[in-house]
């Protein structure tokens, strides 16, 4: 007999209990308030500042400068981009910068080192966000990999800000995970952090120590 | 498998005179109150409203109980769905067996080093003496785990490893063993020392091995949460990922854990949502860059099936590992985590070690409780720990061995002849009358020594005057 075999053997043999229904959770989740999408973008900047990241709004057009202007700022001098993805195109085609872009277009094993040590940021997409615990999902893919999010010290994401859900729940149901997982989905909140020795909070303790989102408003700026 | 490699705990023995020496240890007194209150205060912010904590542990607990009523049938769909999507599944009913899956594994990519995300399970089972003996590296990433890994230690905490150690202690580990560092307290400069010192190690090792939170059965998904990114680092990097999970935590449904991540982070450690929400479903796909090529599943059940047999004890496979009972019990506070002896310790760890270890190795954690509750009321998933607690000590008492393995094993001959005659005399009103009168006239024949009681207490002695001779006296007034 295999393990397997000894293990579900030794369940199925357990005396029933009493019959669990499925439990309801949609149900509790459905109590939350319907909130529009600038509050529920007013909440996941609050929420995830809170968490130490920044938060900038932008929109569409403008983005491309206010990345240059803060990565200057913080003297950031190599950036790691996506490949083929719209936003490395939009970079790409930004007028003289000091930024020097690095495309993802090998395999991570063939250049582990470089990716290591000589990337000083990554620009990804966010795929959606969630407000009720100011959160980043990120479904990277051959173009925008998942070690992008997490080797270099710092990290700009681009959001959408017509893309956040009320929370984790809202975000599965209403994009159907369920039907058609990605081989690695990430919900993300915040710099990287730890507060093991003695219960003090230190950033960038693996991952990235920053974490900056550009929150692209449709339609005029806000604010 | 021939040898036994798994490192096997006493703790019955030994646990009085560690919980002494603990007690007597300012320093493990200050540390540990000190990470209780603040862990306590932080829980307390992130539930401020009671009805809403109410209803979510009853959902929490719903969810739970429903993946144990259908825990067969739940492990075959995860199973299936695992393997539809590239995942190799494994089980393993004992340490040995799960550790020498890891080997095989290992041997097969020739690995020497492996990276370690944080896994109790991997904890349990004695993953990294059986790796080193086998000439692998298994080194521990996540900064707790890897101050209490340099320091030779074990972990006290399930989700703080080294919450007994301060800030001086640690700066004084890593000047020692790490080669080229001086002496620093700074947190952030040790953080940044441990950063330097793991990513290379990430970036050489060939093996990353993590524990899993959830496992869904409905995608195949294994759910990984995490602050510092290690995790992600052991889940992604190296080109072999092994997970390794007791059968208990799988869960039905993918939105299940949306629900019971609003439990655990908050149960744990105070915060609203940790760092990283990792959701693997599957090793990369060949047009992917990075990500592991092979991903595996050991499904550990290590005396588990024995909890699940019984109906009662059953509802210890409930929990999610949030740790809040230890953080809120009166006796962890005070004696620690390395006083159990085991790898779970706490309340916790006094309910699920008899199935992994034998009564006879454990029963003593059961009576490290006052039955104050404490514990009973923050679970996220309303597991009637003190019910279990008082169960597991009848059964250490027993006078047959019952189903639990080492049951009966705690009961003493003139001990339990004491408790007949004890349970008589209170049987016969009668009796009880001239017993109790007879103590209160002789109670001046009573030992000052009185044994474990009065080592740190007055003696106890019989009132003057008995219960029902003061109520006979009339009410003055
Ligand atoms: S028993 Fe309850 S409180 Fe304790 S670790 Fe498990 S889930 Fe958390």
Known sequence: MSARENILGRLRRAPAGAPVPLPDVAAWFATTPVEDIATRATRFKANIEAAHAEVHETNAADWPSLLLEIAVQKGLGRLLVGHGTAQAEVLRSQPQHQLKLVSYEQPAATWRSELFENIDCALTAARSAIASTGSLILWPDASEPRLMSLVPPVHFVLLDAANIHADLHAAMTNERWAEAMPTNALVISGPSKTADIQQTLAYGAHGPRELIVLLCHRGAKSS | ?477
């Open chain 2, 1 to 477: 498998m021939s040898q036994n490699q798994t490192v096997h705990f006493h703790p019955a023995e030994g646990f009085a005179e560690r919980s002494r020496a603990a007690v007597n240890d300012a320093h493990l007194r200050r540390s540990f109150r000190g990470a209780m209150d603040f862990l306590q205060a932080k829980r307390l912010s992130q539930f401020p409203d009671a009805d809403e904590l109410s209803a979510l542990r009853d959902l929490g607990k719903a969810i739970r109980l429903h993946a144990l009523a259908n825990l067969p049938d739940l492990l075959e769909q995860l199973e299936a769905k695992l393997q539809a999507n590239g995942i190799q599944v494994h089980w393993a009913e004992t340490p040995d067996q799960a550790n020498a899956i890891v080997l095989d594994i290992a041997h097969r990519h020739d690995a020497k080093n492996m990276v370690k995300g944080k896994s109790m399970v991997s904890e349990e089972i004695g993953l990294n003496h059986a790796m080193e003996v086998a000439g692998i590296e298994a080194l521990e990433t996540d900064m707790g785990e890897y101050i209490v890994q340099l320091a030779g230690e074990a972990p006290s905490h399930i989700i703080m490893p080294a919450i007994h150690k301060t800030r001086q202690q640690i700066a004084e580990l890593f000047a020692a063993k790490v080669p080229g560092v001086a002496y620093t307290d700074n947190v952030d400069e040790l953080i940044r020392i441990g950063r330097d010192v793991l990513r290379k190690k990430f970036a050489a090792a060939e093996i990353g091995l993590s524990g899993v939170n959830f496992a869904v059965a409905e995608t195949g998904t294994l759910y990984l949460v995490e602050n510092e990114g290690n995790g992600r680092m052991c889940t992604s990097v190296p080109k072999v990922h092994i997970a390794v999970t007791g059968i208990e935590k799988v869960v039905a449904k993918l939105e299940h854990v949306a629900l019971l991540n609003i439990l655990l982070p908050r149960s744990a450690t105070g915060q609203a949502v940790e760092t990283y929400q990792n959701f693997i479903s599957g090793p990369r796909k060949p047009d992917e860059l990075d990500g592991p090529d092979e991903v595996h599943l050991i499904l550990l059940d290590n005396g588990r099936t024995q909890a699940y047999a019984d109906v009662q004890l059953r509802a210890t496979l409930q929990c999610i590992r949030c740790g809040a009972c230890m953080n809120h019990c009166p006796v962890y506070a005070r004696i620690g985590g390395h006083a159990y002896g085991t790898t779970y310790p706490g309340p916790i760890g006094a309910i699920i070690s008899p199935h992994l270890l034998g009564l006879e190795a454990t029963y003593a954690l059961a009576t490290a409780s006052s039955l104050c509750g404490a514990c009973v009321e923050v679970c996220p998933v309303r597991i009637p720990i003190t019910d279990i607690l008082i169960r597991l000590r009848n059964e250490a008492q027993a006078a047959s061995a019952g189903k639990l393995r080492g049951g009966g094993r705690a009961r003493k001959p003139l001990q339990s002849s004491i408790w007949l005659v004890w349970s008589w005399i209170y049987g016969q009103p009668w009796l009880y009358r001239i017993v109790s009168w007879l103590m209160s006239r002789g109670r001046a024949l009573a030992p000052s020594n009185q044994g474990a009681w009065t080592r740190s207490r007055t003696p106890l002695n019989p009132a003057p005057q008995r219960l029902r001779d003061l109520l006979r006296r009339p009410a003055s007034g």
